[in-house]
């Protein structure tokens, strides 16, 4: 990248940037700084290493790496005490059941998340912190790899400990990244993947292409939504001058067979099942539905709550300014990073047209964009912008972090320790809290009646009964069998020939589907699920005799199939809109299917 010229402003133009205990130093010398800069004429590499600029590391203070530390500290400490403290989520209690499974893989997600619980499990047991450790350790390892990203590009201690607070102040990671997720476990690698090209583009050793290869695979592994960084590598090998280069070489092809490599035990298992996972997850990708201005709200408000109010603003017009640097010169890291982000967020943008984007469905693409604001707040100061400019960047950025902090504990206070529900039927971890009060009075129609065993038909309420009973009582969900291929056996010794209770939420104890079900069906009652004093949710229990649930019926039988995603997505949306007369409906049941 060339200089765009040598005047200089005069001496007191330097700015400074502040974060609580960090300043960026901002001097007003006009120059373009390339983040790999293009090569001298050896054909041997690609690229030469960035240049210094602004703040090199072994000059910078030790107060702003403290300071950093402390927050980070402090909010790890505050991650931990909401993954003890809060109970588990419908969602993560469903994955917790993956891992205590063998399967390659599963329907609705890969295996990733059910090997990162096991990961947390195995330190701590069947609690909430060991369900959730993983996600934990996935945020401090996502952070080390934002900091040398952003390390490698800007050498610049102060970008750094900007990339690594973002996370910190943007709901979905500071708090969030505790609620263990498919998103969570891809992550990291999906970081570790952009760490493998920012090292390839600066070193220009083609052997990156294999690392990176591996954390794309292993992205895969975790969530396909992976799949969506692919034009973004895309842009980095074709846009640059360097393609021919790549095209020519073994590398990046070598990159694709190793993450297909990876990718194989989810590839052999859906071979296994008729690709039911690509045909489940189909739905979503092809599902439209008329236009919707209340869908559209929902993801932008969404994006807003959960990257951050003023963060979000902050790091869209980085990625942006990112974006235009990086195509007007070619330059591979910056098209990199800004279409990496770019490309998701107009695609989940258009589908909200349509369909109610999923609360998480968007987050696996933010961090890359923290590591992009970072390094283009680093790039600023360098390519001639004006003071007042700078200054407003500066400010914003404070603010983002500043404020996102603050609100990311407020809602860590609000469900930790506050003891009201400001939020009714609405409120996402309430929507989904109070199931101990279900199991309890399931144990006590199990021990009233003499059944052995539990029947479910939503797998929300089977992962709940599963997660409480702890294997003490065996639980069947009864229909949507397509969702257990390769379980083990649920304890069938224990449910043939015997009676059992069946639990769910009304009106499913009213559907078609109990007419394919020759049970004896007598009413044990109700049992209210609350939580803060409001009713959630509504249950009937049943005792069920002369009957054994197959595990395995005929594909064609309505036991076996599970929900369309995309006619539930409507069906739940419009329970939304249109409550019934007992109450209002539930933001957190308007998303069909887990993540």
């Not at 690509?278 to 739905?283: A, E, I, K, L, M």
């Not at 349509?354 to 693409?365: E, H, I, K, S």
């Not at 995309?566 to 539930?586: K, N």
Request: proline residues 6%; aromatic residues 12%; hydrophobic residues 50%.
């Amino acid at each position: 990248m060339r200089r765009a010229g040598n005047s200089e402003s005069s001496p007191n133009s330097t700015l400074w940037l502040w974060v609580p205990g960090l300043r960026f130093a901002c001097p007003g010398r006009r120059w373009r700084p390339a983040l790999t800069p293009p090569p001298r004429l050896a054909k041997s590499a690609a690229v030469t290493t960035a240049p210094d600029i602004t703040m090199p590391l072994r000059d910078a203070a030790r107060r702003p790496f403290v300071m950093a530390a402390a927050i980070i500290a402090a909010m790890t400490v505050l991650r931990i005490v909401y993954a003890s403290a809060i109970e588990l989520r419908t969602d993560e209690a469903y994955y917790w059941t993956w891992s205590k499974e063998a399967a390659l893989s599963f329907l609705d997600h890969p295996p990733g998340v059910a090997w990162l619980i096991r990961f947390g499990t195995a330190i701590f047991g069947d609690t909430a912190l060991g369900v959730r450790f993983g996600g934990i350790v996935a945020m401090l390892v996502t952070q080390l790899l934002l900091a040398d990203i952003v390390r490698r590009l800007t050498h610049d201690a102060r970008a750094i400990m900007i990339a690594v607070l973002m996370p910190e102040a943007a709901l979905y990671y500071g708090l969030l990244m505790a609620k263990v997720a498919p998103d969570v476990a891809m992550i990291p690698f999906a970081v570790a993947m952009m760490w493998s090209f920012v090292r390839l583009a600066q070193s220009g050793d083609g052997r990156w292409w294999l690392a990176a290869g591996l954390f794309a695979g292993l992205s895969m592994l975790s969530k396909f939504t992976a799949i969506m960084f692919a034009p973004a590598v895309a842009a980095f090998v074709l846009v640059p001058d360097w393609r021919w280069r790549w095209l020519r070489s073994p590398y990046p092809y070598l990159a694709v067979l190793v993450a297909i490599l990876v990718f194989s035990p989810v590839l052999i298992w859906n071979a296994q099942h008729d690709w039911a996972s690509f045909r489940f997850q189909g739905v979503r990708a092809t599902a439209s539905y008329g236009i919707s201005l209340r869908t559209i709200g929902d993801y932008i408000g969404l994006q807003f709550g959960l990257v951050g109010f003023v963060m979000l603003p902050v790091v869209l017009t980085g990625l942006v300014l990112t974006a235009w640097r990086g195509y007007h010169t070619r330059e591979p890291v910056a098209i990199l990073l800004s279409t990496a982000v770019l490309v998701p967020f107009l695609y989940f943008l258009v589908k909200s047209m349509t369909l109610r984007v999923g609360d998480t469905w968007p987050m696996f693409m933010w961090p890359v964009g923290f590591a992009a604001a970072a390094v283009n707040l680093a790039t600023m100061t360098k390519e001639g912008w004006s003071a007042r400019m700078l200054r407003s960047s500066a400010f914003w950025a404070r603010t983002s972090i500043t404020t996102g902090i603050a609100f990311v504990v407020i809602v860590f206070l609000y469900y930790v320790a506050a003891p009201w529900n400001l939020l009714g039927k609405i409120d996402p971890i309430g929507a989904e809290a109070g199931y101990e009060q279900v199991a309890a009075r399931a144990q006590a129609a199990l021990d009233e009646t003499g059944a052995t065993w539990i029947a479910t038909t939503d797998y929300r309420t089977y992962a709940m009964m599963r997660w409480l009973f702890r294997g003490r009582v065996a639980v069947v969900e009864i229909n949507e069998r397509g969702r257990f291929q390769d379980f083990r056996d649920p304890g069938m010794d224990r449910i043939q020939g015997n009676a059992g209770i069946y639990v769910g939420r009304e009106p499913d104890n009213r559907s078609s589907l109990w007419e394919s079900i020759p049970a004896k069906r007598e009413p044990l009652g109700q049992v209210e699920r609350r939580w803060r004093g409001r009713v959630m949710d509504t249950y009937v229990l049943e005792k069920l005799t002369g009957w054994t649930p197959e595990l395995s019926p005929p594909k064609d039988s309505p036991l076996f199939q599970w929900r369309v995603l995309a006619g539930e997505f409507s069906a739940r949306l419009a329970r939304f809109l249109l409550p019934s007369p007992g109450g209002g409906g539930s933001i957190a049941r308007s998303a069909s299917g887990v993540g």
